[in-house]
Each structure stands twice: as structure tokens, then as C-alpha cells.
């Protein structure tokens, strides 16, 4: 804990908005240095967790836990190391064996939010961070030296200044509303299921599978204690009619045994009752708004089949954290600093966005679909760049070029025969 003394209403970082975004925006900053606080309106107790949510923390993100002091979340007791199994039209995709950091044997976790939420405010209260909830920024306001946050909590209210200030607040953004930060929408065909449950026998690799059925996606994540979370990434029209809660989950657990490949749910035990929604489109906004940037879902929510909410959170407060890593908050390397995000945030995260967003219709030309995976399920290097591509540690532009020459190939192939 830092025995930093100053005056707790002067500020270098103002970050509005405690979830993963502003609790790893928080922590990045205060390791070099800068004055912190978190402002968050909710009120927080040491089990506050976000419920809606799959948790499934890719590749690509697993290695910034450490940087933030969170490697004891790797342990068996706060979550499972896994890897993903894709079950396709085509054909299974699926990685080599072991659980060993970096490419090519990168592991995702599966790491509850009722596990992650509570350690990341533990890290940024370690780290000497001010951690303010129940605390809502009502205004702010621009001068030459940086800017003013007039606060309320319900008992009274407080002004802070900060040089710099984080909108972390979500994917209702208020500070986007405030700053003009405009949301740029595309839409979701797709409603989601998910539930708790006991009893369900999986992998004993602890592998995540994936089941493409038609156009829906069904997952199933194995969880600490023997747990698991089933997932159903459905067609609007196919699970309308599940109506009321038992009827519902009993389809629910229906659609899952009757998938290949997926596990028996004769002895599933429902911990919860199922969560979901009905309609989530994707959220785009820029990621700097005149000198404020925008980390996590208030900059980027996107279709969550896609499972890179958790990690685009940690990756665009790393993104942020490493612009500002050799500059000072001075107002030319601010500048500098916030224009150096814009352009890395653009390059590493916005080019995934575009085949989310496609992939969040349901089109029906299964044929093509089909085709393509068995191009992927069929050669073992574009099997892995598949498996690299979902776990974000593979830029789209590169597959898609593999991808093609693959689908030529084949082409070639059958008209030779």
C-alpha cells in the first residue's frame, strides 16, 4: 500500500468508471507514478461482480493479469486455464495439447467476474489508488490546466482536478453523451442464454467447446469446483417460444443434448436460473474525444459471441497506459500521448471489429460456410491461425489472405481430379 501523502482532490488521472477498463486503466498509471482515482456510481461491496457476462478471457489478454499483480488469478482456485475447441460444419478445430504461455500453446481463462471484479479493486486500493464508489462525476469542465469534476455521493459533494481525464464508464457512456462522443451501432440478430450448473461432465483437458449449429453458437466453459457455464448464442426466432423459467431452461438444456460433441446434461444441476438478453447490438465510438480517452465498452461493446469484452478491456488500458509510458501529462505530450492511443487502438483492436459485426447476422449460406471450415479444419497451420485469430492474437487481414490462398488451393485441386 503506498504511504503517498498529497492532497486527495488534486489529481494526475481521473478515471471515471471502476470495472475492468478503469480498474486496469487505474493500476497501469499509478505503477509509473501518477496521482489516481476511480469514480464509480454504483456502490461496491467486496463481492460486487457484473453477472452478465461469459468471462471468457482470451489469449491475447491472459499475460496483462500479471502486469497488473493479478497472476495469482492463473491459480486453480480462481480459475481454469483452457483452450478452445471449435466444433464446425467443416469439421473440429482444435489446438495442440499443454498449457504453456505464448504462442503457439496460448491459453485463455475461464475467470468469473465474482472473482475478477473484487481482485481488481483489491489491486488498485493496493496500488494507492483512490477508489471513490457510490460517487457520480455530475460535471466537467475544460480550463488551461486541465480539468474540474464537480462529484455527489449522496452525502455531499466534492470538486477534483486531474491533467488527465479516463471515460472507463461503460457502454452507456455518460461522458460520451456529455463530450458528443457519438456511438457508431450495428445490429445483433442474435439473442443470448447462459446458466450455472453442476453435474455436467467435461473435458478433462478443461478445453472450451464451441458447437456452430446452423447459425448459433453454443458454448460450454468449464468453471472452478467442477462447475460449468453453458452459453447459447441463439437465432431470435429459434428460442422465442421458450417461454416461462422452467419451461425455458428445460429447452434450453434440450438444445444442448441434442448437439454433437457436446456433454450430457442428464445430470446437469442448474446453479442459477438462466440470464440473458434479447437484443445487444454493437457499439463503436472513437477512442479519443477531444483530450479524453475511451477505454473498454465505453469506446467498444461489441456482440459478445465474439467473447472479447473482458479482453479488449484490459488490452485498450494497456493500449492507453503504454501511449503515456515516456511521456509526462504536460499539455504537448498529452497530445502526443492521446494521438499515439487513437493510432494503436485503430491498428490492434478496431480490425477485429468489422467480421464481428459481420458475424452478427444470421445470413444462410451454409454452403459457403461449410467450405470454408473445411479449408481450416482440414490444414493444421490454418487450423492455428483460426484458433489465433479468435484469440486476438492474430490481426484478420493476415488470415483472410491465408484463408484465400487455402480456398484456391482446394479449387485448384478439384478441377485437377
Known amino acids: 500500500m503506498s504511504t503517498q501523502k498529497f492532497d486527495q482532490s488534486q489529481l494526475d488521472v481521473a478515471v471515471v468508471g471502476g470495472s475492468i477498463a478503469g480498474c486496469a486503466t487505474a493500476i497501469r498509471f499509478s505503477q509509473m507514478g501518477y496521482r489516481v482515482a476511480v469514480f464509480d456510481k454504483k456502490a461496491m461491496n467486496d463481492q460486487s461482480h457484473k453477472r452478465l457476462c461469459t468471462h471468457f478471457i482470451q489469449p491475447h489478454s491472459v499475460p496483462i493479469l500479471a ?24 469439421g473440429v ?19 468469473e467476474r ?4 473484487p481482485a481488481l479493486r483489491a ?32 452525502t455531499g459533494s466534492q470538486r477534483f482536478r486531474a491533467r488527465l481525464v479516463v471515460a472507463a464508464d461503460g457502454r452507456r457512456s455518460r461522458l ?46 468449464p468453471l472452478v469446483e467442477g462447475r460449468t457455464q453453458l452459453v447459447l ?28 460433441n457436446a456433454p450430457s446434461m442428464s445430470d446437469a444441476v442448474p446453479e442459477t436460473g438462466l440470464l440473458g438478453y434479447s437484443d445487444y447490438p454493437s457499439q463503436i465510438r472513437q477512442p479519443v474525444s477531444g483530450s479524453i480517452p475511451f477505454v473498454g465498452d465505453a469506446a467498444l461493446s461489441l456482440d459478445p459471441m465474439s467473447g472479447v469484452g473482458c479482453g479488449f478491456a484490459l488490452v485498450s488500458a494497456d493500449l492507453l497506459a503504454r501511449s503515456f509510458a515516456d511521456r509526462s501529462l504536460d499539455k504537448t505530450d498529452l497530445g502526443d500521448g492521446l494521438a499515439e492511443y487513437q493510432k494503436r487502438f485503430e491498428d490492434v483492436i478496431l480490425p477485429h471489429a468489422e467480421g464481428i459485426c459481420g458475424d452478427s447476422l444470421v445470413d444462410k449460406n451454409e454452403a459457403s460456410r461449410r467450405r470454408m471450415f473445411q479449408a481450416i479444419s482440414g490444414n493444421q497451420e ?15 487481414g493476415e488470415f483472410q489472405r491465408d484463408l484465400m490462398r487455402a480456398l484456391m488451393s482446394r479449387g485448384a485441386a478439384g478441377l485437377k481430379r
Open 67 to 90: 502486469e497488473l499483480g493479478l497472476s495469482h488469478l492463473y491459480e486453480p482456485d480462481s480459475s481454469v486455464l483452457t483452450k478452445a475447441v471449435f466444433v464446425t460444419p467443416g
Open 93 to 111: 478445430v482444435e489446438g495442440p495439447g499443454g498449457y504453456v504461455p505464448g504462442p503457439p500453446d496460448s491459453y485463455a481463462l475461464n475467470l
Open 114 to 117: 465474482r472473482v475478477l471484479d
Open 123 to 154: 489491486g488498485v486500493r493496493a496500488q494507492g489508488v483512490q477508489y471513490l464508489d457510490a460517487t457520480t462525476v455530475e460535471r466537467i469542465e475544460e480550463d488551461d490546466s486541465g480539468w474540474i469534476l464537480d462529484t455527489s455521493n449522496g
Open 176 to 221: 460520451a453523451k456529455e463530450l458528443g462522443n457519438a456511438t457508431e451501432s450495428h445490429p445483433n440478430e442474435r439473442a443470448a442464454l447462459f446458466g450455472y450448473f453442476s453435474g455436467i461432465k467435461t473435458r478433462p483437458d478443461n478445453r472450451s467447446v464451441f458447437i456452430m449449429n446452423e447459425r448459433d453458437l453454443a458454448c460450454v466453459y
Open 233 to 260: 448464442f441463439a437465432d431470435k426466432a429459434r428460442v422465442e417460444g421458450w417461454q416461462g423459467a422452467d419451461g425455458r431452461l428445460q429447452e434450453f438444456l434440450n438444445y444442448f443434448d441434442g448437439l454433437p
Open 382 to 396: 490454418l487450423s492455428q491461425k483460426y484458433l489465433a485469430l479468435t484469440g486476438r492474437m492474430l490481426m484478420p
